[in-house]
């Protein structure tokens, strides 16, 4: 999806990926933090896909987030099926909002995993009628899900410790984004409300880009979906610390085993 294009559609999908309804883990407190760190490098995030013209964020950030930790935890690589998400969805939520905490708790409770690509139809781009019976093929086991803390400082320990995290924020400063570049939007710019939280992500790792005159800026690595043409080849990166964008707002991750 184009930057013109990417302006109509997310002006009028604004996908609310948020909830409240769900408690937090608390902090893990891992020692010897590592001041950088990128699961890609792990080989453990798959490729960057594109959601095209449907506003189905949370399927895709959800989707993302069990293939990585599929990878870390039961080391296969997988290509799990975002139409099956937005076809059987028991709402029928389609391209339209949904929180992404929804859609795990229905990943586990309804569905007890995801398809696989292979084992349903290719994206379309838009909602269809649910091709699957609800017992063959059988899904890809996901057994649970957490939320984290909203604190940076916890998001960077839970990304370490167990793999990437799935994100809401705000969308509006990505729109006018320079790849290559570490986004510090302001809060006029990109609001850190709850409210405003319009878009899902996943954030597969965090650094800090120190200048030649030393001043330090701490950022997170996020996996887009709008294509590898979109930003740093679909990455994004956002300013770590204060909240940018909502992005610590609505924070968890799926378990797979």
Request: charged share 25%; hydrophobic share 35%.
């Amino acid at each position: 999806m184009r930057f013109r294009e990417l302006i109509v559609v997310y002006l009028f999908h604004y996908v609310h990926c948020f909830s409240r309804n769900a408690s937090y883990l608390k902090p893990i407190n891992v020692e010897s933090l590592p001041d950088y760190f990128d699961w890609r490098e792990k080989h453990a995030v798959s490729p960057v896909k594109d959601q095209k013209d449907c506003g189905a964020c949370w399927a895709f950030s959800a989707v993302a987030n069990i293939e990585s930790h599929v990878k870390i935890y039961l080391e296969k690589e997988v290509v799990l099926s975002e139409q099956f998400l937005i076809d059987c969805d028991v709402e029928r939520t389609g391209c339209k909002s949904t929180t992404v905490l929804k859609t795990f708790a229905e990943i586990v409770s309804k569905f007890g995993g995801v398809l696989q690509e292979s084992d349903y139809y290719p994206y379309s781009d838009r909602a269809e009628n649910c091709r699957w019976d609800g017992n063959n093929p059988k899904p890809l086991p996901v057994v649970g899900y957490r939320r984290v803390l909203p604190d940076e400082a916890v998001m960077a320990e839970y990304l370490y410790q167990y793999g990437p995290l799935t994100a809401a924020m705000n969308s509006a400063s990505m729109h006018n984004y320079t790849p290559g570049t570490i986004d510090e939007p302001t809060e006029d710019l990109c609001s850190t409300t709850s409210d405003a939280l319009d878009h899902a992500v996943l954030i597969v790792g965090y650094s800090t880009y120190v200048s030649k005159r030393g001043r330090k800026t701490p950022y997170w690595i996020i996996k887009n979906s709008w294509g590898s043409e979109w930003g740093d080849s679909g990455y994004y990166y956002l300013v770590r610390g204060r909240n940018a964008c909502g992005i610590s707002n609505d924070v968890s991750f799926s378990i797979v085993n």
